[in-house]
């Protein structure tokens, strides 16, 4: 046990000194697609490639326990520029496709920490009912 906070302990310290960019970001599913986004997730393999970035300093997916279609994650990035460079790699992209999440396809809204994203009147074959992402630099 001692072993692991120390190692916890240097962790938070590497990056106490340095500024980096937190994202949150919560995605609601549409009802009954829940199979379809984390099979998309598994294929393409996010999480793994993710963690694997060059600017990505942790990539945790949580999924609510109360409410099936909630899913947040949880990232640390270098940069911000690091994590618009994650939103266009191959694995993102052919995942996005694959859930046919295209930013044309839904209405853009500023919040003060971000964006949300949320199907455009008339679109009906989505996956994602929301996204919205929320970001600061620490």
């Not at 618009?84 to 919040?111: C, E, R």
């Amino acid at each position: 046990m001692k072993a692991l906070v120390l190692v916890i302990g240097m962790f938070v310290a590497q990056f106490s000194f340095a500024s980096v960019y937190l994202n949150k970001a919560t995605v609601v599913l549409k009802s009954g697609q829940e199979a379809r986004y984390f099979a998309a997730a598994n294929q393409f393999d996010i999480i793994k490639l993710t963690r694997q970035e060059p600017g990505n300093i942790a990539y945790v997916l949580k999924r609510s326990h109360s409410n099936p279609r909630l899913v947040v994650f949880n990232e640390i990035w270098k940069t911000k520029a690091d994590l618009d460079l994650h939103l266009q790699t191959p694995h993102m992209g052919a995942f996005f496709k694959s859930i046919n999440f295209d930013p044309a396809l839904y209405v853009i809204t500023p919040i003060s920490t971000g964006i949300v994203f949320t199907p455009k009147a008339g679109f009906h074959n989505y996956v994602i009912e929301m996204l919205k992402l929320e970001g600061q630099e620490k």
